[in-house]
């Protein structure tokens, strides 16, 4: 299942797990990889739309993001790799915790993978025309993709829209899956704050449907968690 915006094609997997092309003038930017055995589906999309992929950028290290990594970089030698410099760790499956951070259990399958990224991000980088936005919480280094472009927010795993906007710092009935890989909820709910702060047009999430004009819908899910 595909769904094209004006610069964004979301590709989903059953219609819950999704990976997104972003166009930019040299190429796309595939934020996410989804399950193993989805890198053909992400490279037809892309030779649909006619343009190279030159970046593959991860929102945070869990095993339905990246589960098509490895074969992803190895059909495209020359794409650049991009995670951030925390969850870099959990690619490499380095579980260990910072000093200062919560003690929490790490949660959700990180299954690790053997590529290494070429590039590690912090917040308010910039990869393409999308603004790295930090939004710990679902994992120590989970980071968030805002298009300055049009405002489209790729959020991962902050919210999600399986039955309505959620966010995953709290069990979720409609979608628990999400909610039951979260590091750490408090912190969680202070990413989806931040990105409601953001104003987004559009929310573009790691599971279910893209949504436009969400900011009442992310209000709610907020008030909801809290």
């Known amino acids: 299942m ?16 999704n990976a997104y092309l972003v166009r930019e003038d040299d190429g796309l930017t595939v934020v996410d990889t989804m399950l193993p055995g989805s890198q053909r589906h992400i490279l037809a999309a892309a030779r649909a739309i006619g343009l190279p992929i030159t970046c593959i950028a991860l929102t945070h290290a869990h095993g339905d993001h990246i589960g098509s990594l490895d074969a992803l970089a190895a059909a495209l030698p020359d794409a650049e790799v991009c995670i951030s410099a925390r969850d870099a760790r959990l690619l490499a499956k380095d579980r260990t915790l910072d000093p200062g951070e919560p003690r929490d259990k790490l949660r959700g399958g990180l299954p690790g993978a053997k ?14 025309s999308l603004e790295v936005v930090a939004t710990p919480g679902h994992t120590p280094g989970h980071v968030a993709f805002l298009d300055t472009r049009d405002g489209t927010l790729l959020c991962g795993d902050v919210f999600t829209t399986v039955g309505g906007v959620a966010t995953t710092s709290q069990a979720n009935w409609r979608f628990p899956l999400a909610s039951m890989g979260t590091w750490n909820g408090e ?10 702060a953001l104003g987004p047009s559009v929310l573009a999430p790691g599971h279910g449907g893209v949504v436009a004009s969400p900011v009442a819908a992310m209000d709610a899910a907020i008030a909801k968690a809290a």
């Open 115 to 128: 590529t290494r990224p070429t590039r590690t991000l912090a917040h308010g980088d910039r990869v393409g």
């Open 2 to 17: 595909n769904t094209n915006l004006a610069n964004l094609t979301r590709i989903s997997r059953l219609g819950l797990v």
């Open 187 to 196: 912190i969680d709910l202070a990413s989806a704050r931040a990105l409601r």
